[in-house]
């Protein structure tokens, strides 16, 4: 009974502990969307510091601390009418960085599940070879794979152009590996139980394969959409022509811009930014997790 | 044994679809890495793209001699032997606590993963709040008495960037973990219970065991995402960041900006030269726990 007890105890200890954690994990997150809600003066009297040399009639205001402040005195959505309403660029921005990702996480699936399809039936040294090269490929910095990169962009005229970001991506063999990795443990038997049915290849890999790694490719859609969501690098080196850069440069990039100017903007922006990845986790945390998981168990 | 009966049952037809199914991607690879990191590697054999004068490890010995790259070196070297191991140890920490029976679990669990899905610009915004050199950490610690510290930038710079990196990870890392340590036979550790072995014992002697493929893994992620954290830095101190925070990746985009394409095609060719070298390491280490990350 005692040793009960005192293991109740000790698990409720833990509970607190990680609970507390956790909420330092979620705090950022938490934090961008409440100081969305704030009116500039608000903002100017917490956060006035960091904009300090700004010439500026709002330095009136600017105490010498930066406060971190969680609930707003008085919410207010003037922020999101500025975003929204009075700044066309931002949605702009928006459609940008849509345009450039929707495309990349949908035809490096595509390409994937084909692809990772080929790599876990009838294996063979050179197959087994190239696989390895994608590992090392995959494994390779941004900064590496950005030279070469470049060097086809200007060679094919694709410099400045949406092109120059998109094609590589969907070759990118990060989720190769991921789902090769998940197809490879499917059980050869329900093959052969579909091939007695007399299914072909094609078949065996859209009705077997692929409902049977559902979560996996949904989970590295989502590992795909984020990473290309935030991408800063491949615009900055592809994209730098002024006129392209206002014309394609994503919301990702721009964001940065605004933190050092309007904060309160920035918050505002950046929540309406965190949109659709919030949309993603509230449908397919499940998924998520569960295609994590499948990708890293041994084996 | 059953790669082999995989190779056994094919006809000939499919096989070739197999074989074709892969050509798309190849071909992609193809042109869009391999051939031009060929490229990439005729360039820092040269002495520059219009003379194309061979000039053997020329470029090598002027970059492994160029300080700016040196101190790139050493610095993102520095950030992950920190940054890599932390971002196992402390996600299979979490991993193991939360594998008990405590009460909110999926809560938490929603909690870790959250900062996936927050844009890194917004993140840095707020880590510039808390780090700001009269932000909150320094307020903090001016309450209690201690002299604030300029976060960004001093050589606690790396730290904080440590921090964000630790912070951005340990969720995935931790949900890995927590499927493995599931996925640990009962029994085994039911039959060590009953032989009255310790609670240390069981986590090192048969835990451990158990996860070393998983730790492997996540070592591998974690590898690759710690050399994505320029985007952070970049963000949060530009690109001429204080001295400890220099990256191999500002070396790379500094030198992209003057375009001096013998530099910066050594650089590549050195950094992914030590990459291979890592991954052989890492994959043979794997090789040696029996499983591989090529199944």
Request: aromatic share 10%.
């Given at each position: 009974m005692t040793f009960r007890k005192r293991t109740r105890i000790f698990n409720i200890m833990i509970a607190v502990f990680v609970g507390l954690s956790a909420i330092m994990f979620i705090l950022p997150t938490v934090l961008t969307i409440a100081n969305s809600f704030m009116t500039s003066n608000e903002i100017s009297a917490n956060y006035g510091a960091m904009i300090g040399n700004m010439t500026d009639s709002k330095k009136v205001f600017i105490s010498e601390n930066v406060n971190l402040k969680f609930i707003p005195d008085k919410a207010t959505l003037s922020q999101y009418k500025n975003v929204l309403f009075k700044n066309p660029e931002y949605l702009f921005k928006f459609w940008n960085s849509i345009i450039l990702t929707v495309p990349i996480t949908v035809f490096q699936l595509a390409v994937a599940i084909l692809t990772s399809y080929g790599f876990s039936r009838y294996n063979n040294k050179f197959k087994n070879l190239i696989f390895f090269a994608y590992i090392i490929l995959m494994l390779m910095p941004y900064q590496v794979t950005l030279v070469p990169n470049y060097l086809v962009a200007k060679n094919f005229n694709l410099l400045d152009t949406r092109w120059s970001i998109i094609l590589p991506g969907i070759f990118s063999p990060f989720s190769v590996f991921l789902l090769t990795k998940v197809m490879r443990r499917i059980p050869i038997s329900y093959v052969e139980a579909a091939k007695l049915d007399g299914a072909n290849e094609w078949q065996i890999m859209t009705q077997i394969y692929?409902?049977?790694?559902?979560?996996?490719?949904?989970?590295?859609?989502?590992?795909?959409?984020?990473?290309?969501?935030?991408?800063?690098?491949?615009?900055?080196?592809?994209?730098?022509?002024?006129?392209?850069?206002?014309?394609?440069?994503?919301?990702?990039?721009?964001?940065?811009?605004?933190?050092?100017?309007?904060?309160?903007?920035?918050?505002?922006?950046?929540?309406?930014?965190?949109?659709?990845?919030?949309?993603?986790?509230?449908?397919?945390?499940?998924?998520?997790?569960?295609?994590?998981?499948?990708?890293?168990?041994?084996? | 044994m059953k790669k082999k009966s995989r190779n056994q049952c094919g006809r000939r037809g499919e096989k070739i679809f197999s074989n074709i199914c892969i050509v798309p991607s190849v071909a992609g690879v193809l042109i869009f890495f391999l051939i031009p990191f060929g490229i990439v590697v005729y360039y820092s054999l040269i002495s520059n793209p219009v003379t194309k004068e061979f000039v053997q490890l020329d470029n090598y010995k002027d970059i492994i001699h160029n300080t700016a790259f040196r101190k790139a070196t050493a610095n993102t070297a520095f950030f992950s032997v920190i940054a890599v191991p932390l971002s196992v140890i402390i996600p299979l920490w979490l991993a193991v606590l939360l594998e008990r029976n405590i009460p909110c679990k999926s809560i938490f669990r929603t909690f870790f993963l959250s900062p996936l899905m927050t844009p890194t610009a917004s993140v840095v915004l707020v880590w510039q709040v808390i780090f700001h050199n009269h932000g909150t950490v320094n307020q903090v610690i001016e309450k209690f008495g201690g002299t604030h510290v300029d976060w960004l930038s001093s050589k606690y710079g790396i730290y904080v960037i440590i921090l964000m990196f630790l912070w951005k990870n340990t969720g995935y890392n931790m949900i890995l973990f927590m499927s493995a340590i599931g996925g640990i036979p009962k029994d085994i550790l039911e039959v060590a219970e009953l032989e009255g072995a310790s609670k240390a014992y069981q986590f090192f002697h048969i835990k451990l065991r158990y996860l070393s493929p998983t730790i492997l893994f996540v070592l591998i992620l974690s590898l690759i995402s710690s050399f994505k954290i320029f985007r952070e830095i970049y963000l949060l101190v530009g690109n001429y960041p204080i001295d400890r925070l220099y990256m191999l990746q500002h070396f790379m985009n500094n030198t992209f900006e003057k375009l001096n394409y013998q530099k910066l095609s050594t650089a590549a060719v050195l950094f992914s030269l030590v990459m291979i070298v890592i991954i052989a390491i890492l994959l043979t280490a794997e090789h040696f726990f029996g499983k591989d990350v090529e199944n």
């Open positions: 692929l409902p049977m790694c559902k979560s996996a490719v949904i989970s590295v859609g989502m590992l795909v959409f984020i990473d290309y969501w935030n991408m800063v690098e491949q615009p900055m080196i592809l994209i730098t022509d002024p006129d392209a850069v206002s014309a394609l440069h994503p919301l990702s990039v721009f964001l940065s811009q605004i933190n050092s100017g309007d904060i309160g903007l920035a918050f505002a922006v950046g929540t309406v930014y965190m949109i659709p990845t919030i949309l993603m986790f509230l449908y397919g945390e499940d998924y998520l997790v569960e295609g994590i998981t499948a990708g890293g168990i041994k084996g | -």
